[in-house]
T-cell receptor, first 110, second 112 residues
């Protein structure tokens, strides 16, 4: 399984756009990139997933360059409720064996 | 709402005891995975069950065992509890060969 590297923590202010980058140099051809959000004492929640280029849904965008060795989760206009830990996962079709790193703790300030 | 529920939400055990944690997933989730999450760390994969058989295990000893039942429920059993077993235990359901996990809220185990 591809190893991922993310910043340990990030700070932002309400209303700003936040970009969290994940490095995955050993990503395999069949691997997808998935991001999860976790609040304290809760299970992780799926945010977005992609294979290449750009994916957008109602809560976030995911940018993946052509070499796929990194990806960036973009959260538009964050609010205090976006304070959470964000995990980047890289893996194949069996998500149930996913390897989580320690994630990025995002703190949104008023 | 993920459709995955876990019980109990909190429990306290003493070293050497045994514990059973339960998970109920939604219809269609034919795989269930269990994760251990220590404070301040990311979830660590324990094992996955598919069609009631273990289908992969992480770096956990045999005293961690599981069961999956036909009604989309499952159990995680831990024998001979150690202090380091104190953690949040997460259950995740999924459809086989898909890439999205649906997590429960977890069971917080404290071993004294």
């Amino acid at each position: 399984l591809a190893k991922t590297t993310q910043p340990i923590s990030m700070d932002s202010y309400e209303g700003q756009e936040v970009n969290i980058t994940c490095s995955h140099n050993n990503i395999a051809t069949n691997d997808y990139i998935t991001w999860y959000q976790q609040f304290p004492s809760q299970g992780p929640r799926f945010i977005i997933q992609g294979y290449k280029t750009k994916v957008t849904n109602e809560v976030a965008s995911l940018f993946i360059p052509a070499d796929r060795k990194s990806s960036t989760l973009s959260l538009p206009r964050v609010s205090l409720s976006d304070t959470a830990v964000y995990y980047c996962l890289v893996g194949g079709s069996n998500a149930g064996k996913s390897t989580f790193g320690d994630g990025t703790t995002l703190t949104v300030k008023p | 709402e993920t459709g995955v529920t876990q019980s109990p939400t909190h429990l306290i055990k003493t070293r050497g005891q045994q514990v059973t944690l339960r998970c109920s997933s939604q219809s269609g989730h034919n795989t269930v995975s269990w994760y251990q999450q220590a404070l301040g760390q990311g979830p660590q994969f324990i094992f996955q069950y598919y069609r009631e058989e273990e289908n992969g295990r992480g770096n956990f000893p045999p005293r961690f065992s599981g069961l999956q039942f036909p009604n989309y429920s499952s159990e995680l059993n831990v024998n001979a509890l150690e202090l380091d077993d104190s953690a949040l235990y997460l259950c995740a359901g999924a459809v086989a060969n898909t890439r999205e996990l649906f997590f429960g809220e977890g069971s917080r185990l404290t071993v004294l």
